[in-house]
């Protein structure tokens, strides 16, 4: 099993997929590539989902949350970070997502990423939930 | 030891030659935004220097004076660090809690249609969860020891 990517709009329409890059990695390695699609498409971009390529629910790695911080300083706003199991679908933001002057008051600094208990809106639409089938495909599920 | 009196004179065609080779060390071409092809003149950047161009709060700029090209990526970031929170990038707006800990440093060596090496300091992209699952698969659980699975102690 390997992981994959998607990155997505505002809308949660996909802007470009990564799946294994034929090194023998089987996690996602650092990307220029990646980083160049993200700073492109920075005035749409709602943030990455990947695949963590077992079943059941799941937390992002120390990896991951540093990715997730260092991106987001490097775009300027916070995004959102589905993590997706053969399973389940897990939303991540930062505790400080809503917006950076109304920080969260519980807020442990730039890692704090924190799991949304619910979606709301177009995560729930079909185009949405079909991408994850996409992942877990290109994850080898 | 090369003697001067060894060296050719010049004549019109090579005078031409070199002349037109020093236009081109400083001269780029590129294409402007109405597709027009237009020159401008490259960067004063020595052989071992490079332009260092930094990403960071949605915004990019270069450092005004060019780096050492083997510098190390601790340093650059270091650097940018300190040139930011200045605000001493144009392009870039001062930002004082700057933290570049999980940026990258991308080396692009000079080339023909660009004459001059180029630093980009950008953002990290990997997603993994090796530092979990210990680099393994169990597909029921996460693996929380390297080599077995901590809830259904499946080995390797």
Request: charged share 25%; net charge negative.
């Amino acid at each position: 099993m390997i992981e994959a990517a998607m990155v997505f709009d505002l809308q949660g329409y996909p802007l470009y997929w990564r799946g294994p890059d034929g090194c023998g990695f089987d996690t996602i390695e650092d990307s220029r590539t990646l980083w160049e699609v993200l700073w492109e498409n920075r005035c749409r971009l709602g943030g990455v989902a990947h695949t963590h390529p077992w079943k059941g629910k799941t937390s992002p790695s120390h990896t991951d949350v540093t990715t997730f911080a260092a991106v987001e300083a490097g775009i300027g706003r916070r995004l959102l970070w589905p993590i997706v199991t053969m399973t389940h679908v897990n939303y991540f933001v930062h505790a400080n997502w809503w917006s950076a002057a109304d920080r969260h008051p519980d807020s442990q600094g730039p890692l704090d990423y924190r799991e949304l208990t619910e979606v709301w809106g177009w995560h729930n639409n079909t185009h949405w939930l079909s991408n994850f089938l996409g992942l877990r495909q290109l994850s080898g599920g | 030891m090369v003697n001067e009196r060894d060296w050719p004179e010049p004549t019109v065609t090579t005078l031409a030659k070199s002349m037109r080779e020093v236009e081109d060390e400083n001269i780029l071409r590129r294409l402007n935004m109405a597709n027009e092809l237009v020159m401008i003149p490259a960067p004063n950047i020595p052989e071992n220097m490079a332009k260092l161009t930094i990403t960071y709060n949605g915004q990019q700029g270069d450092l005004p004076d060019p780096v050492s090209y083997d510098s190390t990526d601790g340093d650059l970031k270091q650097m940018a660090a300190e040139s930011v929170r200045q605000g001493y990038i144009p392009g870039l707006d001062a930002v004082a809690a700057v933290d570049f800990t999980d940026f990258v440093v991308d080396r692009f060596p000079a080339r023909d249609d660009v004459p001059y090496h180029r630093l980009s300091l950008r953002p990290k992209t990997p997603f993994g969860d090796r530092d979990v699952r210990g680099g393994h698969d169990c597909l029921d659980h996460q693996w929380i020891d390297p080599g077995h699975c901590g809830v259904c102690h499946e080995k390797e």
